[in-house]
């Protein structure tokens, strides 16, 4: 199994906080997003051969846990791992830090499932992908399942 990757690296800006101070839930979510494409791409699902190959990713399920607050100038970092692959789904995390302090402040897990756009059903993702997922494999103990 391999260690989490890096999929993502950006900045909390004045406009991703709420009445709070502190960045609102949307842009965790958006930002987890960017992650997920960056994961996608690396096993070979990338927005260019999803749409030659008439192919797409749709989410089934997402769960976020919080633990610590982002405010406006903080960086951030989103490390992501392959939890399982199945025959048309795939299931993983994110996990989301303060780049100057290493905290952990989000994790996100996610089930997403392959579809063929045409048909509107889903599909077996490809051996080549399913290879690639297998490699980024990692055991994660995430917050639900404690």
Known sequence: MSDLVET????VYPWHCDHMGHMNVMWYVGKFDEATWQLFTM?????????ENRRGM???DQRIAYHRELHAGDTVVVRSAVLEVRDK???????MFNAASG?????????????????????PLPEEVRHRALQRQAALALPWDA
């Open 43 to 51: 096993l070979g699902l990338s927005p260019a051969w999803l749409r």
């Open 89 to 95: 789904v795939i299931r993983f995390a994110h996990q």
């Open 58 to 60: 749709v989410a089934l």
């Open 8 to 11: 993502y690296r950006g900045t």
């Open 103 to 123: 905290e952990l402040c989000a994790v996100t897990q996610l089930v997403g499932a392959h579809l063929d756009t045409e048909r509107r059903k889903t599909t």
